[in-house]
């Protein structure tokens, strides 16, 4: 059974350029989240996701972030006009339900450099 | 809203000492209570979780956390570190009512042989 898998692993944009981030979850799994991680840091809770639905995009900032989990295919974080601050690994997590009583599946990451 | 402590960012520990990783959180209802490892450039791999029962939670590779409700606790242990232990730790909470996780800002774990 495959695990959540991401890509690219690894990213280089310039300013100004787009992001996209694909993260393909568990087989079985409809609940998708994505977290973001700064060098020293924690993981920050960005959203949450369901088939179709944001459930949850309190951690996402206001601009130029964005993310969807369409009914087929992977969830995808957008960052448009990328800034040098976004340079981070960003983290997908899958699980079988929602709920706080439900283990996360991570991915591999994708580490975004903006040059 | 939760929140999750971990205290020390750094710690050392010799081979084939004991392993003591502290994590506590704030929240008036316990909540579910996790421990993931990350080794470099990889994702974060569940160790154990806490959810209901028993208090002592034995995980992978020695592994094992105790939740004390009256100390609002969950600290991780291993009574001898490996030098493959050397990763970061991670403590999570999960609301009992809502969707969200909550990470601690992470232990980075040394081993020194």
């Known amino acids: 059974n495959a695990g959540v898998m991401q890509n690219p692993r690894h990213l280089v944009r310039r300013r100004g350029q787009e992001a996209r981030l694909r993260c393909s979850p568990m087989k079985g799994h409809s609940h998708v989240y994505w977290y973001r991680q700064l060098p020293e840091e924690g993981l920050k809770f960005m959203v949450y996701l369901q088939k179709e639905n944001i459930i949850d995009e309190s951690g996402m900032p206001k601009e130029r972030f964005s993310a969807e989990f369409p009914k087929e295919g992977p969830s995808i974080l957008r960052i448009q006009q990328v800034v040098r601050g976004d340079s981070a690994a960003y983290f997908c997590?899958?699980?079988?339900?929602?709920?706080?009583?439900?283990?996360?599946?991570f991915g591999p990451g994708t580490r975004l450099t903006v040059t | 809203a939760q929140s999750v402590t971990q205290l020390g960012s750094h710690v050392s520990v010799s081979e084939g000492a004991l392993v003591l990783l502290r994590c506590n959180y704030s929240s008036s209802v316990p909540p579910y209570l996790f421990w993931y490892v990350q080794y470099p450039n990889q994702g974060l791999q569940l160790l154990l979780k806490?959810?209901?029962?028993?208090?002592l939670v034995k995980g992978i590779n020695g592994f094992e956390a105790e939740f004390k409700k009256s100390e609002t606790s969950f600290h991780l242990t291993k009574p001898s570190a490996h030098m493959s232990d050397a990763a970061e730790y991670f403590c999570a909470v999960g609301a009992r009512t809502g969707n969200q996780f909550y990470f601690g800002t992470g232990t980075s774990l040394t081993v020194i042989p």
């Open positions: 997590a899958s699980s079988p339900r929602g709920g706080g009583s439900y283990e996360q599946y």
């Open positions: 806490y959810t209901t029962g028993a208090t």
